[in-house]
């Protein structure tokens, strides 16, 4: 078995992510990011099952490249929207089997008591 050093597995990481980016739907991408934007106006924090649950009321929106979100979550925290955690969270989305989920920060997010 190949044994890759850190800076390899990032680079094929990032190699992945932007080749599922390119092949996601244009119209579930402009949605998806619509829902970023959203999320990181009204909550603290939130992970992507948080996209998926919203992505479930349109469901005549779809793409056949789920693997994209991570490249969108990463183009929100390019954006200043979001900016990951150390922390992470079990998915409760049944095709993850529990996996963990990174746990994103808002940028946006703006307390009542702030306000």
């Not at 991408?29 to 924090?45: C, D, H």
């Not at 649950?53 to 390019?78: N, S």
Request: glycine share 2%.
């Amino acid at each position: 078995m190949e044994q890759l050093s850190l800076a390899d597995a990032i680079e094929r990481r990032d190699d992945a992510i932007v080749r599922a980016n390119r092949h996601a739907n244009d119209e579930w991408t402009s949605l998806v990011f619509k829902i970023i934007r959203y999320l990181a106006q009204e909550l603290p924090s939130f992970t992507t099952d948080h996209v998926w649950k919203w992505l479930q009321e349109y469901p005549d929106v779809q793409t056949h490249e789920p693997r994209a979100l991570g490249a969108m979550m990463r183009e929100a925290y390019k954006s200043g929207w979001v900016e990951p955690t150390d922390r992470y969270e079990n998915s409760h989305r049944p095709e993850c089997h529990a996996r963990p989920v990174r746990v994103w920060a808002s940028r946006l997010y703006q307390s009542l008591e702030e306000s």
